[in-house]
């Protein structure tokens, strides 16, 4: 299946939902989410970039497959982090 029909299936979450609008409220792009995976034994873990306001922002953890919602949260909750302690971001604001 490819990505993006994949992608356009996943609900969105309270962290991506926030990254979002703060994307909006500071008038750049919005987030350009990336799975990522990686063969570990007979098992496939998954994870997430972001990249958001010329970023890349690599989430924290590895899930299973069932789980690649967790993993774009958890990126834009590390991408939400970056941006709050951004000087570029607030300086600017």
Do not use: F
Not at 14 to 38: F, G, K, N, T
Not at 41 to 67: C, F, H, L, P
């Amino acid at each position: 299946m490819p990505s993006g029909s994949r992608r356009s299936q996943q609900p969105t979450s309270p962290w991506q939902d926030r990254l979002e609008e703060v994307c909006r409220d500071y008038q750049i792009q919005p987030p350009d989410y990336q799975l990522v995976s990686d063969r570990r034994g007979g098992r496939t873990a998954w994870s997430s970039v972001v990249v958001v306001y010329g970023k890349r922002i690599e989430a924290r953890y590895w899930y299973d497959g069932n789980n690649l919602n967790n993993a774009k949260e958890d990126a834009a909750e590390a991408a939400l982090h970056w941006l709050s302690n951004s000087s570029g971001l607030s300086s600017g604001w």
